[in-house]
């Protein structure tokens, strides 16, 4: 069956460092990944898409890499700051007209 | 705009209970979604409907069912609700799959005794 995994140990770092989260997928090829912040007691929020034939993509701070030889997705958060403490899901595309979600890792940025 | 709202937020049942979880989008979407968070499990699919008229199976159909009522309103009903059933509940609408972003409710919180 479809997999993903994140790594479901927080992350802590430092603020101004880059924080780097890691999505790997077995048993598919999706065309498409997606990135999605999640805070504690709120529904997902959108924050990155990316294509199979591309092989990086950025959003300000945000850069998020696709691997699909390697079956895995980089997400990088540069310069990090308090407020980008949250979950992160990783959800690659499982079917026409569905996504299927990681379980999430914690981001926690300290002062 | 009020984007996709979910009632109630918070709900607590006895075992053997029924109940329907509400939501409705003002996006105009035609896809439309239904997931439960459980701690460590992420995301999983309940039922999903395509468009107005049609709806499919997901990863956790058992114990579910689903109407989606017109364009914009899909409601989920625990026939009989069981302590498993316990979990966070999240719609989702989704515009344009797979080229852009599914949007999501605020969720509903459940809690089976």
């Known amino acids: 069956s479809q997999k993903i995994e994140q790594n479901s140990e927080a992350l802590n770092i430092q603020e101004g460092k880059t924080a780097t989260l890691t999505c790997n997928y077995t048993?598919?090829?999706?065309?498409?990944l997606q990135w999605y912040r999640q805070d504690p007691g709120r529904g997902p929020v959108f924050l990155l898409l990316?294509?199979?034939?591309?092989k990086e993509k950025r959003k300000e701070r945000l850069k998020v890499t696709f691997d699909t030889t390697l079956k895995q997705s980089l997400f990088h958060i540069t310069a990090s700051q308090p407020a980008d403490s949250a979950t992160y899901l990783c959800?690659?595309?499982?079917?026409?007209?569905?996504?299927?979600f990681g379980a999430g890792t914690r981001l926690a940025v300290h002062p | 705009n009020a984007g996709v709202t979910q009632t109630p937020k918070f709900q607590v049942l006895k075992t053997g209970q029924s109940m329907t979880l509400q939501c409705a989008q003002d996006?105009?979407?035609?896809?439309m979604y239904w997931y439960r968070q459980d701690p460590g499990m992420g995301l999983r699919l309940i039922y999903y409907?395509?468009?107005?008229?049609?709806?499919d199976k997901g990863e956790v159909p058992n114990g579910y069912n689903v109407s989606r009522l017109n364009k914009r309103e899909f409601s989920l009903r625990l026939e009989s609700a069981a302590p498993s059933q316990t979990s966070v509940y999240f719609c989702?609408?989704?515009?344009?799959?797979?080229?852009?972003?599914?949007?999501f409710g605020p969720g509903t919180r459940l809690t089976v005794l």
């Open positions: 989702a609408s989704w515009g344009e799959p797979p080229y852009n972003e599914q949007f």
């Open positions: 959800a690659p595309l499982g079917g026409y007209n569905k996504l299927i």
């Open positions: 048993n598919y090829s999706p065309a498409y």
């Open positions: 409907s395509a468009s107005e008229g049609t709806t």
């Open positions: 996006m105009n979407h035609n896809s």
């Open positions: 990316i294509r199979e034939n591309e």
